[in-house]
């Protein structure tokens, strides 16, 4: 343990981070009070069976518009112990880039065909699976011409592992100046999906995307 | 095993939730602790308390569509945890975990006053997520209680203990005791926030 807590980056270009990010060094948790940090998620979670397949709003509907794809993997703490039966809240733009959220004023296309959100869970092993419409990338700062580059955004939740993060895509233009890669700095590789060949799946391209939490709280209980 | 063996796997990185998590994803149960799903049978034990309050940014705007998680132990001072599965002071109907999503940046939660664990004052950690941030981490206390003198999360922040500590605003016609706490996110007045992956 180090003797000192971290100060967070701010994301260049980026202005809610600016806004947001606390300028303190953050302090170190007491011994004595370390385990009252670790929050336990309980199981008690909702989804609907079909929210696995973001590709369509629903069984019987049509596939929503742009590319098809499947993402897979695993979700682990840092001791390789699977995190299993964790829920996992995926969301995400549509082909053009909008977000069927009622905060999204983008003015760019929606998609009747298109939710972009879904909840999955991993099963006894920590694997997890869905189906996505490739997402657009969209332009965050029209004023400087900063782009969001193609991102999955997952939210994990499973005993005291706790994680939001997103999954970027290989080789796109927009990888480099994105705020939040920026801060990642060379560990960014990580939060890339890797492309797999597609099988039997009824999509265009398949990632897989293995997730490990990190930090003491979620190996606090192993 | 040593703590590097046991994080050998290199993390993923945390990152922003962005402006558009899911309302969809809201699970009203998680914004009031005090009662489990409609029409069940159920009540957690203890003293009702509303939770209110804004969450601000360093300009002293409301830092809209956050998410905000809360973790505390039950009436009796008991977390739900591993550990703490088969304690006789479980109660079954309090998990202890809530969340929300604020839209506007002020929120409200629903819960029961925590019991105190050995050594410590009555608490609530709080997790927040927003656009422009990833996580951070900040523990609330409860105005007028005698153990926030000898806490030792207050005692380690030091003049920055009123800033944990939710103030009493009086008792709504149910009952409950109603605490104002609001988390300045950054900038003057800003809430100690504490790291949970160097400590």
Redesign the interface.
């Known amino acids: ?2 003797t ?3 100060i ?1 980056g701010i ?1 260049p270009t ?11 060094r ?5 011994a ?11 199981a ?1 979670f ?1 989804a609907s069976p079909h929210e696995w397949d973001m590709t369509r709003t629903a069984p019987d509907r049509p596939r929503a518009q742009g590319v098809p794809i499947e993402v897979t993997g695993t979700v ?5 112990a699977p995190v299993r039966h964790a829920l996992l ?1 995926v ?1 995400s733009a549509n082909h053009f880039g909008r ?1 069927r ?4 004023q983008s003015g760019l296309e929606l998609d009747d065909n298109h ?1 972009g ?1 879904g ?1 999955v869970f991993t099963d006894a092993d920590g694997a997890y699976r869905f189906w996505a419409i490739s997402p657009g990338a969209y332009l965050a700062r029209p004023d400087i011409g900063r782009w969001r580059p193609k991102h999955i ?1 997952l ?1 994990v939740s499973g ?2 592992s ?5 999954m970027y895509f290989p080789d796109e233009p927009n990888n480099a100046a994105d705020p ?1 890669a920026i801060l ?1 700095g060379d ?2 590789s ?2 890339v999906g890797k492309p797999r060949d597609v099988g039997g799946a009824d999509v265009e391209e398949a990632y897989d995307f293995d ?7 979620a ?1 606090f ?2 | ?1 040593s ?1 590097d ?21 809201r ?1 009203p ?1 998680l914004e009031d602790l005090t009662r489990v799903d409609a029409g069940v049978v159920g009540q957690a034990s203890g003293t009702p308390i509303v939770l209110r309050g804004r969450v601000l ?3 002293g ?1 409301l ?3 956050a998410i905000l ?1 809360l ?1 505390q ?1 039950n009436a009796k001072g008991v ?5 703490h599965g088969d304690d006789a002071d479980i109660d079954p109907w309090f ?1 202890g ?1 809530g969340r929300l999503r604020t ?1 506007s940046g002020a929120y409200e939660f629903r819960t029961i006053m925590p019991g105190a ?1 050995a ?2 004052a009555p ?1 609530i ?1 709080v ?1 927040i ?9 900040t ?1 609330l206390f409860f105005e007028g209680q005698g153990a926030n003198a000898t ?3 207050l ?3 030091g003049d920055d203990a009123p800033r944990l500590i939710a103030r009493h605003d009086g008792r709504t016609a149910n009952g409950a005791e109603v605490y104002l706490f609001d988390i300045v ?3 003057d007045g ?10």
């Open positions: 343990m180090s000192e807590g971290r967070l994301g980026d202005n809610t981070s600016d806004q947001r990010t606390p300028r303190e953050l302090r170190l948790i007491p004595a009070a370390r385990e009252s940090f670790v929050p336990v998620v309980p008690r909702r682990r703490t840092q001791s390789g809240e969301w977000y959220h009622i905060e999204d939710l959100m909840r955004h939210s005993g005291a706790r994680l939001i993060t997103q939040m990642m560990a960014f990580r939060n997730i490990v939490v990190g930090g003491r709280n190996t209980f192993e | 095993m703590p063996a046991k994080n050998a796997l290199p993390a993923t990185n945390e990152d922003t939730c962005g402006p558009y998590f899911p309302i969809y994803f699970e149960a940014d360093r300009h705007d830092a809209h569509g998680e973790w132990a977390y739900r945890t591993p550990a998990d975990f839209a664990a050594g410590r608490n950690t997790t997520f927003s656009d422009g941030i990833s996580r951070i981490v523990q806490d030792p999360v005692l380690a922040v996110m950054a900038g800003e809430t100690p926030f504490f790291d949970d992956l160097e400590s």
